[in-house]
């Protein structure tokens, strides 16, 4: 097993007085890692680290602090293999998905370099005779970034590479489910020749390091992506400093099928966006509202489609098309939501169950029919791959009730 540190000041170090956190593998069970759940004294070292090392960075032209992230890009690529099986053991996703991540996050990380060319301030012709006003961007200073688990390490680039471009230093806190890709991260990192302190990371739970982060007067901006719940409680709290915040937060995206839609396309690309990471992706169709007319032959064409789809474990098996729920609250909230939604009157057409596999959050593909909009698998996140089917007659009732969350 792994026991990964803080990585502070550019150095790993330990984190003693602070409790450990068991990182579990979603598709056995079994434990794999621990991580520190770092104080609110460490959160402040490593945010006081930031904080030395921000000026001289901010000093360098934005075009120099590209060049980092290139060479950073290049290292990622160098890695995708290792990267890739580090994402799939904690987080559960296929490893195909798993690579694509690492290769885009690297790919992100190089667009965001090409902004160092663009950063350019603005002269504005003032209203007074002989005056003009001239409009510069300046860095803001340190930046938390708070990430999820369902795409831990492109979601790291979306919070660190926009933030060095601009001449900023980051402290990132992983989600205690996937922290283990953002250590090896911040290995790659350690081998840039990049300003001590730059890049900080601290990990541990929302409640503790999560919440010392977000009440910090240093940090002059709050990135963070997961769930509504939390991020209107980051919110409340940047309020009491006047921090900025840029949140990311949970979706339940629609999907209309009309009476002239190419039904088989649509039951395709559906479950598709159903079965990917294990349906655990907040922009995917989280609900389905169909046309009366090609509703039960859309709905059977549909239900052909998710009884195909195959999960298991991923690095056992690189054919399945999805893994695990990413731990025992996740699957329980599945569960719940089909229990609550039969109860009220739907009616599951294929899955409905846990799904076979020793230790592991598995759950079958499973479409449920006769939904309505007040049930909550319909207006709740379900975050996992189950498709509730609503029936609707007119196109302008569907984007009603699309547009109703």
Known sequence: MIHYSNYIDGQFVDSPG??????INPSTGEAISTIPN????????????AERAQPAWAALPAVARAKHLHVLADKIRAQVEPLARVITEEQGKTLGL??????????YIDYMAEWGRRIEGDVIESDRPKENIFLFHKPIGVVAGILPWNFPFFLIA??????????????????????????????ILNQLDLPAGLVNLVSGYGASAGRALTESTKVGLISFTGSVDTGSRIMATAAQNITRVNLELGGKAPAIVTANADLDLAATAIQASRVINS?????????????????DAFTAKLVEKMKAARYGNPLEDETVD???MINQAGYD???GLVESAVNDGAQVLCGGKRGAGDGGYYFEPTVVANCTQAMDIVSQEIFG??????????????IAMANDT
């Open 279 to 295: 349906g655990q992706v907040c922009n995917c169709a989280e609900r389905i509202y169909v046309q009366r007319s090609v509703a």
């Open 158 to 187: 979306r919070k660190l590479a926009p933030a060095l471009v601009c001449g900023n230093a980051i402290v990132l806190k992983p989600s205690e489910e996937t922290p283990n890709n953002a250590f090896e991260f911040c290995k």
């Open 98 to 107: 798993a690579r694509v991540e690492v290769n885009f996050t690297a790919d």
């Open 385 to 398: 791959p189950v498709v509730p089917v609503v029936i609707y007659d007119e196109l302008e009732d569907a």
């Open 38 to 49: 770092s104080t609110a004294e460490q959160v402040d070292a490593a945010i006081a680290s």
């Open 18 to 23: 602070s409790d450990r956190i068991t990182v």
């Open 333 to 335: 909230k599945i569960v």
């Open 322 to 324: 999805y893994g695990p």
